[in-house]
T-cell receptor
Framework: QKEVEQNSGPLSVPEGAIASLNCTYS??????FFWYRQYSGKSPELIMF????GDKEDGRFTAQLNKASQYVSLLIRDSQPSDSATYLC???????????FGSGTQLTVLP | GAVVSQHPSWVICKSGTSVKIECRSL??????MFWYRQFPKQSLMLMAT?????????EQGVEKDKFLINHASLTLSTLTVTSAHPEDSSFYIC?????????????FGEGSWLTVV
């Protein structure tokens, strides 16, 4: 079982819809959770991080964390074609310095 | 967010030569930097953790004699691909950790495309 799992997609949503991206992790000791966006041929850029159970909102993005169920999700409201990218979920466990990345979910927002 | 700069953005080299990629933290000091490799349509693969003033920690399967990492200052880490071969062609990305404890965040450089011909 992979440590961080994401559906590879592709996930397609129409413009203006809500895109929902999910991620599960295996280490219950994980404490920090990150979402990165990676456009084709570019390096990842940080969208959001979340540490506590519940929701965290930043503009059109909402991260949701449920440590009991070991999942973290990213909602993108009012999706735009420019949101089309691969979204990487990353998790840090305990005192680890590095992040463990999921394989990413490819999102396509259709105009 | 914090700025991590990588250079060069892309490089083409001949098989058997060595290539150096630089990773700089521009507005903060980074005691720890990370080097990743990403092949097309695949996820990030952590190659090594670069520690300022000490030896890098390599992930299993990564040849430390082939991928030389030097972290001589708090703002610069370098990755040298020695005796490069076409199979080393990939997207190499560095990242740096900002902050301490559980509150720290990792930011990525722009990445470097390496093509070995």
């Amino acid at each position: 079982q992979k440590e961080v799992e994401q559906n590879s997609g592709p996930l397609s949503v129409p413009e203006g819809a809500i895109a929902s991206l999910n991620c599960t992790y295996s280490d219950r000791g994980s404490q920090s959770f990150f979402w990165y966006r990676q456009y084709s041929g570019k390096s990842p850029e940080l969208i959001m991080f979340i540490y506590s159970n519940g929701d965290k909102e930043d503009g059109r993005f909402t991260a949701q964390l449920n440590k009991a169920s070991q999942y973290v999700s990213l909602l993108i409201r009012d999706s735009q074609p420019s949101d089309s990218a691969t979204y990487l979920c990353a998790v840090r466990s305990g005192s680890a310095r590095q992040l463990t990345f999921g394989s990413g979910t490819q999102l396509t927002v259709l105009p | 967010g914090a700025v991590v700069s990588q250079h060069p953005s892309w490089v083409i080299c001949k098989s058997g030569t060595s290539v150096k990629i630089e990773c700089r933290s521009l507005d903060f000091q980074a005691t720890t930097m990370f080097w990743y490799r990403q092949f097309p349509k695949q996820s990030l693969m952590l190659m090594a953790t670069s520690n300022e003033g000490s030896k890098a920690t390599y992930e299993q399967g990564v040849e430390k004699d082939k991928f030389l990492i030097n972290h001589a200052s708090l703002t610069l880490s370098t990755l040298t691909v020695t005796s490069a071969h076409p199979e080393d062609s990939s997207f190499y990305i560095c990242s740096a950790r900002v902050g301490g404890g559980t509150g720290n965040t990792i930011y990525f450089g722009e990445g470097s495309w390496l093509t070995v011909v």
